[in-house]
């Protein structure tokens, strides 16, 4: 009997001696769903990766490539710029988007916005004022140009995108005017007028010409097309935008009384400020 019950023991011992293990073996089995990959980090990208990709997110919100409606057409494929802070460019006559629930701020926003954009106009006449109208002849180099035109491509520039700026808050701005038949009809016309300014786009194109020559090939050749381009269009299309944001100034003041009236802006002369130049 004892060597039964001994028998009985080792046996009893010897089981749960066999369970065990299998016991311990199961979190072994799900361990390698616990365990990091170790080719997951390669699969991540980096976070320099991330964080180029987001600034080249950025890039495609760039006025130069999307806040220019009606843009003209690259003169070639190879004119590609270098990606360039937005913030940056701006003689800082950009209007911001009106964001007033009020009578009064809608008010102010429009006495703010139209000798806002009249002073911007104003300004870049006055960059071309005197000049000649024409590409510099022979340039075949931004070498060949002075300090003062690369000067007056840069500030055309800055200023292209500050009036990039009236173009969106006009047309967001539309549905705040005063419901008012003649006030409608001039803001829909300056928006328009503001969506159709197409011609400073090409103050950019030469800036970038000047900055990155080896990205446009031939360079003389695109440099005075884009240019005689600019020189032929430019004015009668600011020259349209200062004449409709005149008429909404007028259309306004029509429906206040003579305390509560806007500045009217003066009307631009019906001659380019090029020396020389007859009325268009």
Aim: hydrophobic share 40%; aromatic share 6%; proline share 9%.
């Amino acid at each position: 009997m004892r060597v039964a019950a001994s028998s009985f023991v080792l046996l009893l011992a010897l089981g749960l001696g066999g369970v065990s293990p299998l016991g311990a073996q199961k979190p072994r089995r799900a361990s390698p769903t616990l365990v990091t990959n170790p080719a997951a980090p390669t699969t991540a990208a980096p976070p320099a990766a991330r964080t180029d990709s987001s600034r080249s997110k950025g890039t495609r919100t760039s006025p130069s490539l999307v806040a220019r409606p009606g843009a003209m057409p690259t003169v070639a494929p190879q004119s590609a710029r270098t990606p360039v802070a937005v913030a940056a460019l701006s003689a800082g006559l950009a209007i911001e988007p009106y964001s007033g629930e009020t009578d009064e701020a809608r008010d102010a926003y429009l006495g703010q916005f139209t000798q806002q954009l009249d002073s911007t106009i104003v300004t870049l006449v006055g960059i071309f004022r005197g000049t000649t109208g024409q590409p510099v002849a022979g340039a075949d180099a931004p070498t060949a140009l002075s300090a003062r035109e690369r000067e007056r491509w840069g500030r055309c520039r800055d200023l292209h995108y500050d009036l990039q700026s009236y173009a969106t808050a006009m047309h967001d701005f539309l549905e705040s005017l005063p419901e008012v038949a003649s006030i409608q009809r001039t803001g829909d016309a300056l928006d328009s007028s503001l969506t159709a300014l197409r011609a400073t786009s090409a103050c950019d194109d030469v800036s970038s010409m000047i900055a990155a020559p080896g990205r446009w090939t031939p360079w003389e050749s695109q440099y005075q097309t884009t240019a005689r381009n600019f020189y032929r269009d430019w004015y009668p299309q600011v020259r349209d935008v200062a004449d409709r944001n005149r008429a909404l100034v007028i259309a306004v003041n029509a429906t206040r009384g003579a305390g509560a009236r806007m500045t009217v802006p003066p009307g631009l002369a019906r001659t380019p400020p090029y020396v020389g130049a007859a009325p268009r």
